[in-house]
């Protein structure tokens, strides 16, 4: 199994930034693709931005340009650097790592942005 875990979240204000990791454990598969998604309350849980594991990035039109996915392998650990932040950015972030096993989600970060 793998476990996964979101850290970096927080408060704050427009304009601001913050970085997301999410760091993996356990029986790691070196072909996954790694995506952050978000849930803003009563909404549906949609994709941010993904990377596959040779680098292969992918963002939603929201996000493009202020948000920067990456990873580091050596530490099984993937970014999300989020800049010129909005209040519509405000939600529950969740990473999910694929590979030929199935997904895995972690358990979310909250991320506030204030105006």
């Known amino acids: 199994q793998v476990q996964l875990v979101e850290s970096g979240g927080g408060l704050v204000q427009a304009g601001g930034s913050l970085r997301l990791s999410c760091a993996a454990s356990?029986?790691?598969?070196?072909?996954?693709?790694v995506g952050w998604y978000r849930q803003a309350p009563g909404k549906q849980r949609d994709l941010v931005a993904s990377?596959?594991?040779?680098?292969?990035?992918n963002y939603a039109d929201s996000v493009k340009g202020r948000f920067a996915i990456s990873r580091d392998n050596a530490k099984n650990t993937v970014y999300l650097q989020m800049n010129s932040l909005k209040p519509d950015d405000t939600a529950v972030y969740y990473c999910?790592?694929?590979?030929?096993?199935?997904?895995?989600w972690g358990q979310g970060t909250q991320v506030t942005v204030s105006s």
């Open positions: 999910r790592r694929s590979d030929y096993r199935g997904d895995y």
């Open positions: 356990g029986f790691i598969s070196g072909s996954n693709t």
């Open positions: 990377i596959t594991s040779v680098g292969v990035t």
